[in-house]
């Protein structure tokens, strides 16, 4: 099963709204909608974000919002603000894989 | 609160065996099905592998399959991974993690534990 496909890094000034793309195929990304996001800040675990393609767990802001289009699933944060700049992971339910993850993206505030 | 503790990483050389442990509270352990996940330093995270609830079926990746023995013992809520003829590419950080459900995905994380393989 190959890596999910991320953005290296994107950047943002604060207030400024992106989106993190994750690509994938109709293996994985393209049949369920089953993709979650992770936020990981240096030297720290990897934290729930988005589940289930758009849902956030309690005590997610509300500034994070998930979808999915065809084999592509995108993660936007609006309102960028400095506590956001870690590394973002997607992951993708893969069937007998059973998940595959992206290769991560460093998301830099400026 | 739901805990996951690793232990058992350290320094190993190639060839050599390692046992990592992940004790958890907090939940009902013996109703998930637990995964581990590594991370390279300065790499992306990778899933390595899974268990189901009462450890009757397990699945690997490729790069371990035949090397890393996943396990748990439900009366001790603990997580295992037995990890035989290590190589330097399996050095990394080595993640337990609650798979909370097909949906939702990993709800739950241990801090992890640094698998270091060198001479």
């Known amino acids: 099963q190959s890596a999910l496909t991320q953005p290296a890094s994107v950047s943002g000034s604060p207030g400024q709204s992106i989106t993190i793309s994750c690509t994938g195929t109709?293996?994985?990304?393209?049949?369920?909608?089953?993709v979650s996001w992770y936020q990981q800040h240096p030297g720290k675990a990897p934290k729930l974000m988005i589940y289930?393609?758009?849902k956030r767990p309690s005590g997610v802001s509300n500034r994070f919002s998930g979808s999915k289009s065809g084999n592509t699933a995108s993660l936007t944060i609006s309102g960028l603000q400095a506590e956001d700049e870690a590394d973002y992971y997607c992951?993708?339910?893969?069937?007998?894989?059973?998940?595959?993850f992206g290769g991560g993206t460093k998301l830099t505030v400026l | 609160e739901v805990q996951l503790v690793e232990s058992g990483g350290g320094l190993v050389q190639p060839g050599g065996s390692l046992r990592l442990s992940c004790a958890a509270s907090?939940?009902?352990?013996?109703?998930?099905?637990m995964h581990w996940v590594r991370q390279a330093p300065g790499k992306g995270l990778v899933w390595v592998s899974r268990?189901?609830?009462?450890?009757?079926?397990?699945s690997y990746a490729d790069s371990v399959k035949g090397r890393f023995t996943i396990s748990r013992d439900n009366a001790k809520n603990t997580l295992y991974l037995q990890m035989n003829s290590l190589r330097a590419e399996d050095t990394a950080v080595y993640y337990c993690?609650?798979?909370?459900?097909?949906?939702?995905?990993?709800?739950?994380w241990g801090q992890g534990t640094l698998v270091t393989v060198s001479s």
């Open positions: 268990i189901n609830s009462d450890g009757s079926s397990t």
């Open positions: 109709s293996s994985d990304v393209g049949s369920y909608n089953l």
């Open positions: 289930e393609g758009s």
């Open positions: 993690a609650r798979y909370y459900d097909i949906l939702t995905g990993y709800r739950d």
């Open positions: 907090g939940f009902t352990f013996s109703s998930y099905w």
């Open positions: 992951c993708s339910y893969a069937g007998s894989s059973p998940v595959v």
